[in-house]
């Protein structure tokens, strides 16, 4: 069975359309680096902005998980995902190792992926938003 030639035309349109996306494997920790998250996301910052602020109730927030010691790249969402789940299913030692080869010291790197202070503060504050607005 083939395309017709208008459906041929709107494929060649829609993959020529389609944008370029970026998805990011990630592992947190706790500052004393003692508890791991393992996430995926195609926006790094935004993502790693939510934790910091506690968005949303859950894992990383009950055990104040913020601190970005690792990430990949990758162009493809299904490789992005399989490396998710390979991540969550090694053991803390591997994670460990896996963090001490590009960043020994298990510095926070948010700030190589652009993430200032002032950030993370207007992100709260957007958040909680300001009591003297009325919203209605």
Known sequence: MSFRPLCRNRLFLY???MKQHNYYVYLLTSMDNSVFYVGVTNDLTRRILEHKIHKNDGFT???NITKLVYFEIFSNIFDAIKREK???HYKR???ANLINK???DWNDLSSQIGITKEMIVNAKFFQEGDPGINPG
């Open 93 to 95: 030692l591997w994670k």
């Open 15 to 17: 993959v020529l359309s």
């Open 86 to 88: 390979q991540l969550k």
């Open 102 to 104: 590009d960043n020994p």
């Open 61 to 63: 927030s009950k055990y």
